[in-house]
Each structure stands twice: as C-alpha cells, then as structure tokens.
C-alpha cells in the first residue's frame, strides 16, 4: 500500500487527481475523507478550473469500497468526509467541470465514483459492474444516478444482476464521451482538459448549477430561476465582465480571453 493514497498535479487551471491503493485502487474512509479535502480545494481555488480523476496501474480503475478495511473496523455508515464517498458524490457547490479516466475495472463504488463526474472517457480495457446485489447491499448512489443516465431497463439490469459492461456498451449508451486505446488515454483526457481549461469558467458554474437545480424541477420552474437570476451562478455570469466579453469577442471576430470576472 503506498504512504499516499492520492496524488496531484498541477499544469496551469488543471488539476490531476490520481487514486493509487494498489491492488485494486479500493477506497477505505480515511482515502474518502482525503479525497474529499482534495476536491474541496479545487472548488474553492479561483486558479483552477478544471480536474482529472484518474488512477494509478492499468488493471483497476476503482474496486469500489474497500472491504477488507471494512472487515478490519471501517464501519460502511462511517464518515467519508466533506464530498460523501470519493469526495464527489455530495461535494456542494462543485461547479467546475471533472474529468473521469476509467481505465481497467471500474466497479462498485468506482462506477458511482465515475457517475460523479461530468465527462467520463474510458480505455478499450475497461469495464463496469454493480456487483453489489452479490454482497447483499445496495449500490445506493448508482440506484439513484444510473436510471437517469441510460434506459431505465438497462440501469435495472445492470443494478439487479451485477453483469458485467465493456467499454463499447457503456459508450452506446451514452455514459462515455470517448473509447479510445489504452497507450491514447492519458493524452486524450488531457487534450480534454485543455479545451476546458481555455473556456468561460463563469459559465461552466451556471451550467453545473442549472442541471444540478432542473434535475427534479419542472421546464418552466427552472427556466423562471434562471431567467429571474435567481441562481446565484447565474446571476453572477450576467453581471460579469465575461459576459461583456463574449458579446465583443464575437462582434470583433476574435477569440474571447475570459477572466472568470
């Protein structure tokens, strides 16, 4: 087991985030809590705008909870920290865009992991299971997540018999943004990043804010709260100078240069 279980790099407004518990990049409470504090700061840091979350080795992207902690006193009910399980799940306020890389087995909790960031590109070795059903527990968060991301007798499948789902149908139904080769993920989520890196931050934070407060509102509900700037994202970007930006950019045929002000 290495001293540190998560570690972190920096190139600009982009932070990579990479989980290493070898074997199985298992998450006990104490690693929860961390990675919480972790995505914590990257929400709060105004020079960040965008995160990867990765992991370390190429069998496993994530086991999910770590058991063996579990048998060794980590209760399943226990503090995760400030972001819930993996530091994302119930991380308020998270309105910057985060990256998954899925490399290898993504199963369990790793799959909700995975459900808790924006984009999801994954390597041809990957693979995905809720193979709680097996364990007599209930995958709580993908119960939740899953039915809203895929067909709903597809999420019930997956959920109900813990099958196994490669990369090629995970993307045919949408949870992948990109399949791609193995030695091309680190490149391709970096390329990613970069993209988002360079674009309108205050933006990325309405749009985040937006989904996250229409997910159970009805059209016209959450349409009124945005029109009435009522969403403090929102509000914010159209008093900003970004937005002002924007409008002369594209009137000055150039690109625009966003301050996040």
């Not at 995905?128 to 997540?145: N, Y």
């Not at 995970?170 to 490149?187: N, T, W």
Request: hydrophobic share 45%; proline share 5%.
């Amino acid at each position: 087991m290495t001293e540190t279980p998560i570690r972190t790099r920096r190139e600009g407004a982009i932070l990579e985030v990479t989980l290493d518990r070898p074997k199985a990049n298992a998450i006990d409470l104490k690693t929860s809590v961390l990675m919480g504090e972790v995505f914590r700061d990257f929400r709060d840091d105004a020079d960040l705008r965008v995160a990867i979350l990765r992991a370390a080795g190429d069998k496993f992207f994530c086991a999910g909870w770590d058991l063996k902690a579990a048998a060794d006193g980590d209760a399943v009910d226990g503090d995760y920290g400030v972001g819930g399980f993996g530091g994302l799940q119930e991380l308020p306020d998270m309105n910057k865009p985060v990256i998954c890389a899925v490399n290898g087995i993504c199963c369990g909790g790793g799959f909700e992991l995975a459900l808790s960031c924006d984009l999801i590109v994954a390597s041809e070795t990957a693979s995905f299971a809720l193979p709680e059903i097996r364990s007599g527990t209930v995958a709580d968060a993908a119960s939740i997540k899953l039915p809203k991301r895929i067909p709903y007798h597809v999420a019930m499948d997956l959920l109900l018999t813990g099958r196994w789902m490669d990369a090629d149908e995970a993307a045919r139904l949408g949870l992948l943004r990109e399949v791609v080769a193995p030695e091309k993920l680190d490149d391709t989520i970096w390329e990613l990043a970069r993209l988002l890196a360079g674009g309108p931050p205050l933006v990325y934070a309405a749009i985040k804010e937006v989904v996250r407060e229409a997910e159970d509102a009805k059209f016209q509900d959450a349409l009124q709260r945005i029109t009435s700037r009522s969403l403090p994202t929102v509000d914010r970007l159209y008093a900003s100078e970004d937005q002002l930006e924007g409008a002369r950019a594209f009137s000055e045929k150039r690109d625009p240069v966003w301050k996040g002000r």
